[in-house]
């Protein structure tokens, strides 16, 4: 389960509190509300921290991709600029 440090638990827990008042036009209680969070994040909560995980993946290959372009270096190159320069003398 997904655990998260005590100032944004009661940070979400009034969030849908507020929610609850606002949207759905009834009051969720503390304990029910802090209910609530702790079934998202522990059924809900491991999706969107994989697919967290796998989009870092993701930005990271390309990034490794884009190093791979700017740092590559031309192997056994020397005679190649005397192939297209004429030959050397």
């Known amino acids: 389960m ?7 638990r009661q940070q979400a ?3 849908i509190e507020r ?3 606002e949207n759905m036009e009834e009051k969720i209680g503390n304990v ?8 998202f994040l ?3 909560g491991p999706a969107i921290y994989n697919q ?3 989009d870092v993946q993701e930005r990271l290959r390309m990034r490794v991709e884009e190093i791979d372009l700017e740092v590559q270096e031309e192997e056994f ?8 320069g004429g030959r050397r003398r």
Not at 32 to 39: D, E, I, S, T, W
Not at 77 to 84: C, Q, R, T
């Open 2 to 8: 997904i655990e998260l440090p005590r100032e944004v």
């Open 13 to 15: 827990v009034a969030s």
């Open 19 to 21: 929610y609850f008042l």
């Open 32 to 39: 029910a509300a802090g209910g609530l969070l702790g079934f």
């Open 42 to 44: 522990e059924e809900i």
């Open 52 to 54: 967290a995980v796998r």
């Open 77 to 84: 190159g020397y005679w190649k600029k005397f192939e297209k």
